[in-house]
């Protein structure tokens, strides 16, 4: 499956069927709501940010991973966070969740994508989303999610041990230099998936613009620049969970995906609907995920 869900596609006659590269999540050329469908996801990503606080504050990631014999990140010493950096932000409403800082900037990752993910559904899809499809990507990113929580108590991969501590900028907190550079990572691929979209919902509705394939914007700098926001964002989460090796794995997965499969169901799809139109945005955007690179 794909690793989120796949981006709207411009409006107009219904998608041809895909051969060769695996069945599409999304009812391409379908635009029609699906309330079921839609309920569902919002209803399943919801309960995301709050299985990530249950596994990162409650208990249950040192329950499940003592069990399996592995060591965890005490979280409470003598009713004090455990952590060599300060977790008080100054904001009540985080505080009182009381968390040490690497577990609150994972649990706000959860929520932030959950956040946006929503955001892409109900504001920036056209595109008929069924129950099914909003089980199979609420599901994929819950077990990606989990894992990154995991991976961030277990003392044999936690980001939050690593050193050199680094300062965040105009605060007194201090967080290792993969939980910094994970965020970072985070928010700029959150940004690079949102815009773009955002742009072609846009584009797309303007009338002037029926049957033409987005170009504006960031659409100019690659095919499936979305994809690539997607990618830093994931990479992002999984450096400021478990380090440099958990951001590798996680990036080579999604790379792999969307080479070899996303972006093949995209290109037979465009394919199929514009034809030369295609085949022109493809010469005059030759990179399908990062600019100058691939």
Known sequence: MSSQPPPPATTGDAAPKHTGVGKDLIQRGVYKPNPL?????????????????????????????????????PLYASGTPVSTMMHETGIRLLDSLNLPLPRLILLAMATGSTIKQIFWLTCTSKEEFPPSAAASVSAYNTVVN????????????????????????????????????????????????????????????????????CDAGLWGWARHVNYAGYTIWRTGYGIAAGGWTAGAVVAAWHLWTFAFRSIGLMDEYMSGRYGEKWVQYKRDVPWMLFPGIY
């Open 37 to 73: 469908g839609t309920a569902t996801f919002i209803g399943l990503r919801s309960l995301d940010p709050l299985l990530q606080y249950q596994i990162l504050a409650r208990g249950w990631g040192t329950s499940l991973l003592t069990k399996l014999g592995l060591t965890v990140i």
């Open 146 to 213: 989990s894992l990154a929580s995991f991976l961030l108590i277990s003392t044999a991969t936690s980001a939050a041990l690593s050193t050199p501590l680094v300062t965040i900028p105009g605060t007194s907190l201090r967080v290792s230099l993969p939980t910094a550079v994970g965020a970072v990572m985070y928010v700029i691929g959150m940004a690079l998936e949102t815009v773009p979209e955002i742009q072609r919902r846009r584009f797309k509705d303007a009338p002037e613009n029926k049957g033409k394939i």
